[in-house]
């Protein structure tokens, strides 16, 4: 299996992810720890973490606790990964802040939806103060994922987000409203709420009054300006 694990074809080494979970031996456990590191294929990384969740948990989880440690980015990330889908709750004791701010946009995207999963109700606030922090990171995907997790956390999200919807940095400010924004209608896309979050970060809440017939039109174009740098 080992050597399998360590194919040139994928297909082979999925092949191979898929017998270890298959007839799961405990003898199998560093090495699909040590191939969840490096393995390149997010299908076959996926299979890995599916057959770590097939051995008992009484030694699946304190290797993985092990993993959050790493040097390797793909180690901690896989690792969270393997713990979202186990689910064990006492594992939440594990999800630190350096995890949820990581400077690895994967391994803290991860973070995310894993401490969102397993955060007692009693410490949501507190979960949720810290996703603010992160607010206006990374690319399109990043900030999705923090939405996300915002939103999965429910009503406790609501005055974290009112108050960064008021933050000068026109990004934190844009994101925090897009992110309310789905949060009150789950159906909302993800980039429509965006623009419409740019909108009202450039223009403000209520509606621009149309000039008087006549005025100077410099106020209207000051106004259109301001709307094109946001979605810049």
Known sequence: MANALRAEDSSVRLQAALAAGTNPDPGTLETLVERCAVEPDFFVRDMLSWALTRLSPEITLPRMRQELDSGRSQAR?????????????????????????????????????????????????????????????????????????????????????????????????????????????????FDAAVEEAKRVVALGPAPAEAPAAGEDATETAETVDAVEAAEC
């Open 77 to 189: 990330s896989q690792a969270l990964h393997t713990l979202s889908k186990i689910g064990d709750g006492s594992a939440w004791a594990w999800i630190t802040r350096d995890m949820l701010r990581d400077a690895d946009d994967e391994v803290a995207r991860t973070a995310w939806r894993v401490a969102v999963d397993l955060v007692p109700e009693d410490e949501k606030e507190e979960l949720a103060d810290e996703l603010v922090t992160q607010l206006g990171r990374g690319d399109r995907e990043v900030r999705l994922s923090l939405s996300r997790a915002l939103v999965d956390l429910g009503d406790v999200s609501a005055p974290v987000l009112e108050k960064a919807a008021a933050n000068p940095d026109s990004v934190v400010a844009t994101h925090a409203r897009a992110t309310e924004l789905l949060r009150r209608n789950p159906e909302t896309g």
